[in-house]
């Protein structure tokens, strides 16, 4: 589904995770140009054109919601030019730049002003509250030099913030199924879990060198019920570069026993019981596990109490995970993941940026939906949130909110650190749009951002 359709939901969902302040009907901004609130602008630069000069070119800028495209340019020589700033964004965005300069464009508008480019540049940011620290900065720079000021590629908010470029060439991502799988049959189950070193594209125009259980990231997701037994056959290939293990926090074995790592080239069995119910994560733990896990090594267990679970009418998974991007077809940057405070460049639900986003999860509408839901990490804490829903069950961790308790009690958000789970249950009540975010509203436009598209997704209909 093209992702402009939504464009007007995606920016009222990012602007509030940056601005907090959702307003009815068409907003009324106040702010002093020159970015008093929100991000200061740089400085005002010296030296370069004279004012009132010949005008030596034309420039263009267009803002989406929340950047700006592009974000840097480049002109010739210092001296007088024209900018236009077109605003195909969903809500009023202006330029303004540090001598003070400004023009303000709303939603499909357009506005020019005439700026002096000093030698050593000029910098510009939307100076509406909120905008310029979600990432709507940038610079003009005069050819052999580099404009000073702010850098406008620091870690802001809802656009993906990174060093590493998108590769126009990159190959498309694949869809990971939303849909959760049948329960397994019996109660022995002799599983193939075959480790694959392979590229994949994370997001629209990054790859990453990823390790993966089973050639997807996450891992398949295994369920089965409590009692069952699971006999996992770990496999290394002999063209992997890498010793790699596995972990099952559903398990109760010995660290030192069937968690060791494997060479390429051999295999293991690693043996469990199913003895208590929940969703679980697996991951890989050779050293450094941060890394592996980083670098796409996880996976969801689903185990459902001995007597099942009561029947809906959908079911869905969602491992939230993070993405530290090293260069583009090499692996993640462990060292941006072992940073003290976390900054991924993605996060993102099943493996993939934005792909709930681009291919709505249709649901009927006043069905009962379940969804399991694990956080992955490895190091941001998720807060589970659909928007328009209320949860009426939840089973987090082993505790439990149950449809119909006394109170009528609901819930809202389900938090979750890394490595915890849940099960959740709610209804569309009508057709629409139902964003699926994390409540941590700094990553929502980072990748953490799906749709449920109940009936025709037209409440108007």
């Known amino acids: 589904m093209d992702r402009t359709r939504f464009s007007a939901l995606v920016a009222a969902v990012a602007f509030v995770a940056v601005?907090?302040?959702?307003?009815?009907?068409?907003?009324?901004?106040?702010y002093t140009p020159g970015g008093a609130a929100g991000g200061a602008a740089s400085p005002a630069p010296t030296g370069g054109g004279s004012a009132g000069g010949e005008v030596l070119g034309q420039l263009e800028v267009n803002a989406v919601d929340l950047g700006f495209e592009p974000k840097e340019l480049s002109v010739e020589a210092a001296g007088r030019y024209g900018v236009t700033l077109k605003n195909s964004g969903a809500i009023p965005h202006d330029i303004t730049f540090a001598d003070g300069t400004t023009g303000v464009a709303n939603p499909g508008e357009a506005v020019t002003l005439e700026v002096?480019?000093?030698?050593?540049?000029?910098?510009?940011?939307?100076?509406?509250?909120?905008?310029?620290?979600?990432?709507?900065?940038?610079?003009?720079?005069?050819?052999?030099?580099?404009?000073?000021?702010?850098?406008?590629?620091?870690?802001?908010?809802?656009?993906?913030?990174?060093?590493?470029?998108?590769?126009p060439n990159a190959p498309a991502y694949t869809l990971y199924p939303a849909a959760a799988p049948d329960l397994l049959e019996g109660e022995t189950h002799d599983i193939d879990l075959v480790i694959e070193e392979k590229l994949m594209t994370v997001g629209e125009g990054f790859v990453q060198a990823v390790w993966t259980f089973g050639g997807t990231?996450?891992?398949?997701?295994?369920?089965?019920?409590?009692?069952?037994?699971?006999?996992?056959?770990?496999?290394?290939?002999?063209?992997?570069?890498?010793?790699?293990s596995v972990d099952f926090h559903a398990s109760q074995v010995a660290w030192n026993d069937e968690m060791t790592s494997i060479n390429p080239g051999e295999e293991k069995v690693y043996e469990w019981k199913a003895d208590y119910a929940g969703v679980w994560m697996y991951h890989c733990g050779t050293s450094p596990a941060l890394h592996h896990i980083a670098n796409g090594m996880f996976g969801m267990v689903i185990v459902e109490p001995r007597d099942g679970l009561p029947p809906v009418d959908a079911e869905f998974a969602f491992v939230q995970s993070e993405w530290y991007l090293g260069p583009q077809g090499q692996p993640a940057s462990l060292t941006k993941a072992a940073a003290a405070a976390p900054a991924p460049d993605f996060v993102v639900w099943n493996g993939v940026a934005n792909q709930y986003l681009d291919n709505p999860v249709a649901v009927g509408t006043g069905e009962r939906v379940r969804v399991f839901v694990l956080n992955a990490g490895p190091s941001i804490d998720s807060s589970y949130h659909v928007v328009g829903t209320i949860f009426s069950s939840v089973i987090k961790e082993g505790i439990r909110l149950d449809i119909g308790n006394p109170g009528n009690f609901g819930s809202q958000a389900v938090d979750l650190s890394p490595a915890q789970g849940a099960i959740i249950e709610f209804e569309m009540p009508e057709d629409g749009l139902y964003p699926m975010v994390t409540h941590a509203f700094n990553f929502v436009g980072r990748g953490a951002l799906g749709l449920f598209q109940a009936g025709d997704g037209d409440p108007l209909n």
């Open 116 to 167: 002096d480019v000093p030698d050593s540049g000029l910098t510009f940011i939307c100076s509406i509250p909120g905008h310029a620290d979600a990432g709507m900065k940038g610079a003009i720079t005069v050819a052999g030099s580099t404009a000073g000021g702010e850098n406008p590629d620091d870690h802001g908010g809802p656009a993906p913030a990174t060093d590493v470029q998108p590769d």
């Open 217 to 244: 990231v996450p891992g398949p997701v295994i369920r089965v019920k409590v009692g069952d037994t699971i006999r996992i056959h770990l496999i290394n290939p002999a063209d992997s570069q890498l010793a790699h």
């Open 19 to 30: 601005a907090c302040a959702p307003a009815a009907g068409a907003p009324t901004w106040t």
